[in-house]
C-alpha cells in the first residue's frame, strides 16, 4: 500500500515502545446497506493529524479497574482473543467504551445487563468530565447505577503503528452495532467533522483524494464493505492476529509492507 505523495516523517534513533489503545467501528444499517461512523481527526493533532479515522484513542491506567460492572464476555476471553493478560483485555474493553463515549456520545452500558440506555444525552456533562480525566470510567458507571455491555462488542483485528514512527500505538479494532435511540455526533475537540458513510463510499473518496486515512482504516474498510448487513458484519468469525506493518522508502514515495 503507497502513502500519499508528500508523506514525511522523522524516525527516531530507536523504535518507540507502543502504547496500547483501543478503537470501535460503530456501524448500522441504512436504505439496505451498512454504514460505518467515521470523524475527520483536525490538522493540529499530533497523530494521525487530518485523517479520517473510527473513534478510539490511548488505555488509561484505570480502565483496568476491577469495579466496573460488568456484562458479557469475561476478560480471559478478550484476553485469549487479543493475546494478552486478563488485565490489559479489561483495560482495552473498558477503553474501547469509554472511548466512543468521550468522542462521540454512543455508551455501550445499560441499568442491567440485558439493556442498553436509549439516549446518552442525560450524561453529557459526565462525558466532559471523563474526557478531563476528572472522573474514571469505573465511577461513571458505578454513580449511574450502570453495567458495561461488553457483549456488545465483537472483536476484529489488532493493528501495531510502523516502528519508524515517533508515536505508536497497540491498536485493538472492536465492532459495535450503533445502540438504538443513541445519537452519535461530532462533539469531540479531536474531530473538525464527523459523518456515516458506506464503506465503499469512503474507500471512493480515498481514492479521489477527498479523504485521508491510514493503513488500518483503509483496509478495514474493505474489510466492513464485504459485509451487506450489520448482522452479517457481527456474525463474522474472526482470527485476530497482530499486523504489523513496515514503512519502505522508494524512488516513488513511501509505501506500507506487511509481516
Not at 500500500?1 to 444499517?29: H, Q, S, Y
Not at 472522573?135 to 457483549?151: I, K, N, W, Y
Not at 486515512?213 to 483496509?219: D, E, S
Request: glycine letters at 6%; hydrophobic letters at 45%.
Amino acid at each position: 500500500m503507497r502513502l500519499p505523495a508528500g508523506f514525511e516523517f522523522a524516525p527516531p534513533e530507536r523504535p518507540v515502545t507502543p502504547k496500547d489503545a483501543a478503537t470501535v467501528m460503530l456501524v448500522r444499517d441504512r436504505d439496505g446497506h451498512l454504514e460505518v461512523f467515521l470523524q475527520q481527526r483536525v490538522s493540529a493533532m499530533a497523530f494521525a493529524a487530518g485523517m479520517t479515522v473510527f473513534p478510539g484513542g490511548a488505555v488509561d491506567r484505570r480502565d483496568a479497574d476491577t469495579a466496573v460492572a460488568w456484562a458479557g464476555p469475561d476478560p480471559q476471553y478478550w484476553a485469549e482473543t487479543f493475546g494478552c493478560s486478563a488485565e490489559l483485555a479489561r483495560a482495552l474493553v473498558c477503553a474501547a467504551v469509554r472511548e466512543t463515549f468521550e468522542e462521540c456520545g454512543v455508551l455501550l452500558a445499560g441499568r442491567s445487563a440485558d439493556t442498553v440506555v436509549d439516549d446518552a444525552e442525560e450524561f453529557h456533562d459526565v462525558r466532559q468530565r471523563l474526557v478531563s480525566k476528572e472522573l474514571s470510567l469505573a465511577e461513571f458507571l458505578d454513580d449511574a447505577g450502570l453495567v458495561l455491555r461488553a457483549d456488545l462488542l465483537r472483536p476484529w483485528s489488532s493493528w501495531v503503528t510502523p516502528p519508524q514512527e515517533p508515536k505508536r500505538y497497540d491498536t485493538r479494532f472492536f465492532l459495535a452495532e450503533m445502540p438504538a435511540g443513541q445519537r452519535a455526533d461530532g462533539e469531540t475537540s479531536e474531530a473538525e467533522s464527523t459523518a456515516w458513510a458506506r464503506p465503499a463510499q469512503a474507500l471512493a473518496d480515498l481514492e479521489a483524494g477527498r479523504r485521508q486515512m491510514l493503513p488500518p482504516t483503509a483496509y478495514t474498510l474493505r474489510e466492513l464493505d464485504g459485509y451487506r448487513t450489520v448482522a452479517e458484519a457481527l456474525a463474522a468469525e474472526r482470527e485476530v492476529y497482530r499486523v504489523k506493518p513496515n514503512l519502505v522508502a522508494d524512488d516513488q514515495g513511501m509505501r506500507v509492507e506487511f509481516e
